[in-house]
């Protein structure tokens, strides 16, 4: 089974800094790209950023290109989104997320911005 | 970017019923590659999104075979031949095709 297990959302101040992780289990994590989506509150989710297999390509929404950046470890079968220069309206439930075409998701982690 | 306009906004339906939504992309949704990247999920309350249909009319592993995808270019539908009541939730289709991925605006189903 397919599982995604995101962590490292917390509350931090605007301007601050954040690594998300996402732990995959049951499937061949290196065959496939990953993405991270992120839904604000009673909003509907927003594509992020996507990394291919190897981690040498990558792709980003124009909202937070300069300040996020995706990155994967295969052996560890992880991948992270640094997040800096946080903006509250960068409050939202991240997820991610299998491939470019989002299969599978996780349940996500909160971050919270705000003074 | 490629807007996604899905309608409608609200759908309130009987169980038992038919339920159709509309999603529109302000360009053709044909890869280079000669596939369309259309995909549809579902958000039932307080749960992750779920993919439904993927490249416009293949269902996921697990999907009831009530869910059903069709269309093509720019316009295409998801149908629920009969609404069950598990079914309630925000609805969203997805495009993969052109950078940045996009998705519609949702629409909520409802019982009657």
């Known amino acids: 089974e397919v599982q995604l297990l995101e962590s490292g959302g917390d509350l931090v101040q605007p301007g601050g800094s954040l690594r998300l992780s996402c732990a995959a289990s049951g499937f061949t994590f290196s065959s496939h790209d990953m993405s991270w989506v992120r839904q604000a509150p009673g909003k509907g989710p927003e594509w992020l950023s996507t990394i291919t297999t190897t981690g040498f390509g990558t792709n980003y929404a124009d909202s937070v290109q300069g300040r996020f950046t995706i990155s994967r470890d295969n052996s560890k079968n992880a991948v992270y989104l640094q997040m800096n220069s946080l903006r509250a309206e960068d409050t939202a439930l991240y997820y991610c997320?299998?491939?470019?075409?989002?299969?599978?998701w996780g349940q996500g982690t909160l971050v919270t911005v705000s003074s | 970017d490629v807007v996604m306009t899905q309608s409608p906004l609200s759908l309130p339906v009987t169980l038992g019923q038919p339920a159709s939504i509309s999603c529109r992309s302000s360009?053709?949704?044909?890869?280079?590659?000669?596939?369309?990247?259309l995909h549809w999920f579902q958000q039932r309350p307080g749960q992750s999104p779920r993919r439904l249909i993927y490249r416009v009319s293949n269902r996921d592993s697990g999907v009831p075979d009530r869910f059903s995808g069709s269309g093509s270019g720019t316009d295409f539908t998801l149908t629920i031949s009969r609404v069950e009541a598990e079914d309630v939730g925000v609805y969203y289709c997805?495009?993969?095709?052109?950078?940045?991925?996009?998705f519609g605006g949702g629409t909520k189903v409802e019982i009657k």
């Open positions: 997805m495009q993969g095709t052109h950078w940045p991925l996009t």
């Open positions: 360009q053709s949704l044909v890869h280079s590659d000669g596939n369309t990247y």
């Open positions: 997320a299998r491939d470019r075409w989002l299969g599978p």
